[in-house]
């Protein structure tokens, strides 16, 4: 493996880490407190600058506008964005948008690119994603209540779904339905593309995360659908294939995210070395003592940077496999860096929140959205115990274990 950086992305990262730390960090806490929907012009502006840099969409290719970069790539520059809660969304690959992107130029039709990716990736609307429900455990999606069944040219949808990220305000919905089931159980649900004016479309509410129910694209939703009608055509890719195709936005998927996670690392540490440096705890017989001078402070600064360098080739690794042998070859390891760089990433803001004392729990600075807001990297993409076990299983399978 070469661990030198890619020529292309020691041209683009310094320019996209600029734009983070001087148009975004200065104005993350009062989008991140004053509403998402009301910073929207201020955002649209700096997304403006972004695309004239450049560097606009990581993900896709340049016919749609994009930078078009390979995965390894593409992981860096998620980390760089990672420094900003608002960095994914302005560089035009936010979740669910990006993974959406993804599967609509994949799998969709030349009138679904048309219609859906192609004003979705310019950054004209946004789209949210919506397999999980309420009533049945999101760690097993093949058990779904939500059912699509086609009447003459028409699915009509019925379903009661949550944690739909971004659905305020979204234009169209992807939805997993159950279309057959009789099927085997990964053959059972569909992909249907649901516009978000459909009659029978219910954005119940914004799901409140400890306490913050968000707004916009900053936020979850709680949907009812009931008897929305979809045209026939809107079925994403075939009938019973929503699992193989939510595999396919699984691998990259898992890159973007462990890596954006390991940029939230790289700025509580930062904010946490600042800290500990500016923090007089006193002095004695004259000379100063920052909190920076305890042991145990520099204790939790060598062990964050130790575990954050570690997590980073491990992700690094699991992106080049992807890139060079395939998603199935890399299995194993989309799964470890889940679990692995989430629970890293919680130490490490929960130090920096510590090393702040009564600050660090206050909205004065961006660690206790960080805090609140990415508990859930331990729970969505597939819970940690979930991960965990899918690891220890295939290496105890060498060993003569079967599954139980
Ligand atoms: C911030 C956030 C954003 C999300 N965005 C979306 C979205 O855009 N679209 C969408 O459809 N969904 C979304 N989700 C939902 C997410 O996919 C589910 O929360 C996740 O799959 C877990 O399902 P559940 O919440 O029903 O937990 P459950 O399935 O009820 O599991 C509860 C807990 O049980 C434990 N557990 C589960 N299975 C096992 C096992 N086999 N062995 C041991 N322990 C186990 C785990 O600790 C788990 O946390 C989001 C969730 C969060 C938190």
Redesign the pocket.
């Known amino acids: 493996m070469d661990f030198t950086i890619p020529k292309r992305a020691q041209e683009f990262l310094p320019r996209v880490e600029a734009i983070v730390r001087e148009k975004l960090q200065p104005i993350e806490l009062s989008v991140l407190h004053g509403g998402f929907n009301a910073a929207l012009p201020q955002l649209r502006d700096i997304r403006n600058h972004v695309k004239e840099m450049g560097l606009w969409a990581p993900h896709l290719p340049a016919v749609l506008g994009g930078m078009g970069l390979p995965l390894v790539e593409h992981g860096m520059m998620s980390e760089a964005l990672g420094h900003s809660p608002l960095g994914h969304f302005v560089f035009g690959c936010p979740?669910?948008d990006a993974g959406n992107m993804e599967i609509l130029h994949k799998f969709g039709t030349e009138a679904q690119k048309e219609t859906w990716l192609a004003p979705l990736a310019a950054g004209d609307l946004r789209s949210?994603?919506?397999?999980?429900e309420p009533e049945?455990?999101?760690?097993?999606?093949t058990r779904m209540s939500c059912t699509a069944v086609l009447d003459g040219d028409e699915w009509v949808i019925n379903g009661h779904?949550?944690?739909?990220?971004?659905a305020d305000g979204a234009a169209f919905a992807i939805v997993?339905a159950v279309t057959n089931p009789k099927a085997q159980r990964h053959g059972q649900a569909s992909m249907l593309i649901v516009p978000t004016d459909s009659p029978g479309y219910e954005l119940v509410r914004n799901i409140p995360?400890m306490g913050d129910p968000g707004e916009g694209w900053a936020s979850?939703g709680e949907i009812w659908y009931r008897d929305v009608r979809v045209p026939k055509e809107n079925l994403l890719g075939t009938q019973g294939a929503a699992f193989a195709i939510a595999q396919e936005r699984l691998g990259p998927g898992r890159i973007h995210h462990c890596m954006r996670w390991l940029g939230i690392c790289e700025r509580a540490l930062s904010m946490m070395c600042a800290r500990a440096a500016e923090r007089e705890l006193g002095s004695i017989r004259g000379t100063s003592r920052p909190l920076a001078n305890q042991q145990i402070i520099q204790s939790w600064i060598a062990e964050s940077r130790a575990s954050i360098n570690a997590a980073r080739l491990t992700v690094l690794q699991a992106a080049w496999k992807i890139q060079n042998e395939g998603f199935y070859a890399a299995r194993e390891e989309i799964s470890l860096i889940k679990f692995y760089v989430a629970d890293i990433m919680m130490t490490v803001v929960d130090r920096a929140i510590q090393v702040h004392g009564a600050l660090g729990i206050t909205s004065d600075t961006v660690l206790a959205y960080y805090y609140a807001?990415e508990r859930?990297?331990?729970?969505?993409?597939?819970?940690?115990?979930?991960h965990k076990?899918v690891v220890a299983r295939r290496m105890l399978k060498e060993y003569g274990v079967t599954r139980s």
């Open positions: 979740a669910p949210c994603f919506s397999m999980t049945n455990a999101g760690s097993n999606p779904k949550w944690f739909t990220t971004a997993m995360i979850h807001h859930g990297a331990r729970i969505y993409d597939g819970p940690d115990e979930v076990m």
